[in-house]
């Protein structure tokens, strides 16, 4: 696939997963779309997703080889995103996905962690949780 096709196919990966196309992203995926392509502020298609709390999403992405790890220009993982409002489950899903993190190392570049960013009760007693497992 040539380089400028590669590209328009990632940004419509970044589209469908912010919109919570999950049978789009899965096709594009499987036609080989950019997984790994970004937009503004570096954001790509799994931080779209969390931030947007599309779970099929996520694990369509990362069905495909995304990493949970992918930070964009603040520093900010799918992760951070997930806790500010998304459903529970989908921060779940990342927490045991990313198992292997220590929580308490992802920090943002302002310092925060997703704790920090956490909307609700049941999410920060999540990270909590997770942060005991993994020290």
Same mark, same amino acid.
């Given at each position: 696939?040539?380089?400028?096709? #590669?590209?328009?196919? +990632?940004?419509? &990966?970044?589209?469908?997963?912010?919109?919570?196309?999950?049978?789009? %992203? !899965? *096709?594009?995926?499987? &036609?080989?779309? $950019?997984?790994?392509?970004?937009?503004?502020? &570096?954001? +790509?298609?799994?931080?779209?997703?969390?931030?947007? +709390?599309?779970?099929?999403?996520?694990?369509?992405?990362?069905?495909?080889?995304?990493? %949970?790890?992918?930070? !964009?220009?603040?520093?900010?993982?799918?992760?951070? *995103?997930?806790?500010?409002?998304?459903?529970?489950?989908?921060?779940?899903?990342?927490? #045991?996905?990313?198992?292997?993190?220590?929580?308490?190392?992802?920090?943002?570049?302002?310092?925060?962690?997703?704790? $920090?960013?956490?909307?609700?009760?049941?999410?920060?007693?999540?990270?909590?949780?997770? +942060?005991?497992?993994?020290?």
């Amino acid at each position: 696939m040539c380089d400028s096709l #590669k590209f328009a196919s +990632g940004f419509r &990966n970044c589209s469908a997963a912010r919109s919570g196309q999950a049978q789009v %992203v !899965n *096709y594009l995926c499987k &036609n080989k779309a $950019d997984v790994g392509a970004a937009a503004m502020d &570096n954001m +790509g298609a799994s931080h779209f997703a969390s931030q947007k +709390g599309h779970l099929e999403v996520v694990r369509t992405l990362i069905s495909f080889g995304i990493s %949970v790890k992918a930070s !964009n220009r603040k520093g900010m993982t799918a992760l951070h *995103y997930a806790v500010q409002g998304s459903p529970l489950e989908l921060a779940k899903y990342l927490v #045991k996905k990313s198992a292997s993190l220590s929580v308490k190392r992802l920090k943002t570049k302002a310092g925060k962690m997703p704790l $920090d960013l956490a909307s609700r009760e049941e999410i920060c007693s999540l990270l909590v949780e997770c +942060g005991k497992q993994l020290t």
